[in-house]
T-cell receptor, first 116, second 111 residues
Framework: EAEVAQSPRYKITEKSQAVAFWCDPI?????LYWYRQILGQGPELLVQ????????DSQLPKDRFSAERLKGVDSTLKIQPAELGDSAMYLC??????????????FGEGSRLTVL | DAKTTQPTSMDCAEGRAANLPCNHS???????VYWYRQIHSQGPQYIIH???NNETNEMASLIITEDRKSSTLILPHATLRDTAVYYC????????????FGGGTRLMVKP
């Protein structure tokens, strides 16, 4: 069964360092999402792509976070510089997009970031 | 998207049915009810969704009240592996609409 791939699975970094996460969605899925999940809370959307275009990045802290999906396939989320409060699970999800689908999102296993 | 209200936590005995309630009194006519679950240290997993009618699949059943203001997710024979956080989400079912997660219900299945 096709899965959303994410790497790295775990990342420990010091504050002020740069960190990057990679996501490869299920093949053919046009819509890609990055969520952040702080321990004990539900995931919150950071950015949504439709193909290579950003649909919603209203909750992305743009002073330090950036996201791209250059060819409309895989995506990278970057944080520079990392702060202590960025410690969280970063989840990537994809969905087929287009009319008539069920609206189901498929999530990867996430990348857990610890900032020291 | 309409907001949902779920109990913070619930316990269930292994082998018994787990009934997880969700209130969504402000749901609109074109909004679906979705259920996802998240097992510890994994990404959320889709369980089931519905609009008006009750739905059943291999994982669970979804019962939606006639006025659509509340719903119940039923795991008919809970196992220890069903211990997870369960999220009830309402959203328009169009393609590309993101999910807005609340706090969910932490279900603990006990032997």
């Amino acid at each position: 069964e096709a899965e959303v791939a994410q790497s790295p699975r775990y990342k420990i970094t010091e504050k002020s360092q740069a960190v990057a996460f990679w996501c490869d969605p299920i093949s053919g899925h046009a819509t890609l999402y990055w969520y952040r999940q702080i321990l004990g809370q539900g995931p919150e959307l950071l950015v949504q792509f439709q193909d290579e275009s950003v649909v919603d990045d209203s909750q992305l802290p743009k002073d330090r976070f950036s996201a791209e999906r250059l060819k409309g396939v895989d995506s990278t989320l970057k944080i520079q510089p990392a702060e202590l409060g960025d410690s969280a699970m970063y989840l990537c999800a994809s969905s087929p997009g287009g009319g008539g689908n069920t609206g189901e999102l498929f999530f990867g296993e996430g990348s857990r970031l610890t900032v020291l | 998207d309409a907001k949902t209200t779920q109990p913070t936590s619930m316990d269930c005995a292994e082998g018994r049915a787990a009934n997880l309630p969700c209130n969504h009194s402000t749901i609109s006519g074109n909004e679906y009810v979705y259920w996802y679950r998240q097992i510890h240290s994994q990404g959320p997993q889709y369980i089931i969704h519905g609009l008006k009618n009750n739905e059943t699949n291999e994982m669970a059943s979804l019962i939606i009240t006639e006025d659509r203001k509340s719903s119940t997710l039923i795991l008919p024979h809970a196992t220890l592996r069903d211990t997870a956080v369960y999220y009830c989400i309402v959203r328009v079912g169009n393609a590309g609409n993101m999910l807005t997660f609340g706090g969910g219900t932490r279900l603990m299945v006990k032997p």
